[in-house]
Every structure is written in C-alpha cells, then in structure tokens.
C-alpha cells in the first residue's frame, strides 16, 4: 500500500528534474546568444579576425604622416623676397633682375572696366636676364602697395601704360611701364612686389615716391 505514493512520485520527480535541465539548457543558450550579440555590438571580433586575414586593414593616417601633407596655398598669395631699396636692384635668384628706374607723376586715365581715373604714378621698369636660358616675361605681375597698411593701390590702363610681354634672351633687357592710382599724401611709404612665375619667390621694393 506504500508503494502508490512512492511510484507516483517518481513520474513527478522526473518530469520536474527534466523540465529543470531543459529550463538551464535554455537559459544557458539564452545567455550564450545575449553574449554574442553584446560582443557583436561591440565590434564583433569574429568579423575584425576574418577582415584581418583578409590582407585589407583599415586605411589610418598618423599625425606625422598627416603634418607632412602638403598645405593649401591661399589664392593670392605669394612668397616674396625681402624688399630691397627702391633705388636698388632686385635679384629674383634665378639671373634675372628688376630694376625701377623711373617714377613720374601723371593723372591717371580710368580706360578698363572698375578704373578710376585721378592722381597716379607711371613706374618705368626694367627686366634683366643675366641667366642662359630665355626668360618669358608673359606672366610677369606687377602690384603697387602704399602706407603702414600696405593699401593696394588700383591699376591703370594710362597715360603710358606698356607691360612686359614676349621672351627675353639671355644677356638682353626689356622696359616696361605701369600706372598705379596713387594719392599725392600717401607716396611716402610705397611698396613694389614683382613676379613672373609661381615657382620662383618674388622681389619687393620699398620707398619714397614723394
């Protein structure tokens, strides 16, 4: 008569041990797949080793490699040789030389669009080629600058006005002359910057036109 409840029981103990082991299998796996998926969100190592081994790494600049990059050069910028005398020869370091050797008074004639016409200078200059090699002269900018500010003074089209232009052969000389708006109380402080080409520095001149 003891028996019943004994062999009762055991069908009810097994079940409730079954339903235990397959309750932790659950929460087991469920924890492994919380696991995973918390890694993954992480980064997922499995798919950095394969992207590893696949001989691709990510591309990364280092802060050295990123200072050696070459900097952008504002437009309108030039580097520009330490200005020399007025009177005195400027040398661009490559045989040829700039000289001013005219400075005139005129009243400015306004013949281009924005140009306004009034009190001006005309600056005769001249380009020396002491090099051996011909020099082209058709990308030579000259800019006039007056007072402590170094206000850019307005080009001209006249009274005069001839820019250099052509080549110019080794051993020979070209004038030119430019006409720059140049109020008669500002001319104490003036400043000429010259170039020809982007490659080489340009020089400056710095004087009284008074």
Do not use: K
């Amino acid at each position: 008569m003891r028996r019943r409840p004994f062999q009762a029981e055991w069908p009810s103990r097994r079940r409730a041990a079954l339903a235990g082991g397959i309750a932790a299998v659950l929460a087991l796996a469920g924890g492994t797949v919380l696991v995973r998926d918390a890694v993954d969100d992480a980064g997922s190592p499995a798919a950095g080793s394969a992207a590893e081994g696949s001989g691709s790494p990510a591309a990364t600049t280092s802060p050295r490699a990123a200072a050696e990059q070459p900097q952008p050069v504002v437009a309108g910028e030039r580097r520009v040789r330490r200005p020399v005398a007025l009177d005195q020869v400027a040398h661009f370091g490559t045989g040829l030389d700039l000289r001013v050797i005219g400075v005139e008074p005129v009243h400015g004639v306004a013949e281009g669009p924005g140009e306004v016409a009034g009190p001006a200078v005309r600056l005769t200059v001249s380009l020396t080629n002491r090099g051996d090699r011909e020099v082209s002269l058709e990308g030579v900018v000259l800019d006039v600058s007056y007072g402590p500010d170094r206000t850019p003074a307005m080009s001209l089209s006249g009274p005069g006005g001839r820019p250099f232009g052509g080549a110019l052969a080794p051993g020979h000389a070209q004038r030119a002359r430019y006409v720059f708006a140049l109020p008669t109380s500002a001319r104490d402080h003036v400043q000429v910057v010259a170039s020809y080409t982007g490659s080489v520095p340009g020089v400056a001149l710095a004087g009284s036109m008074s």
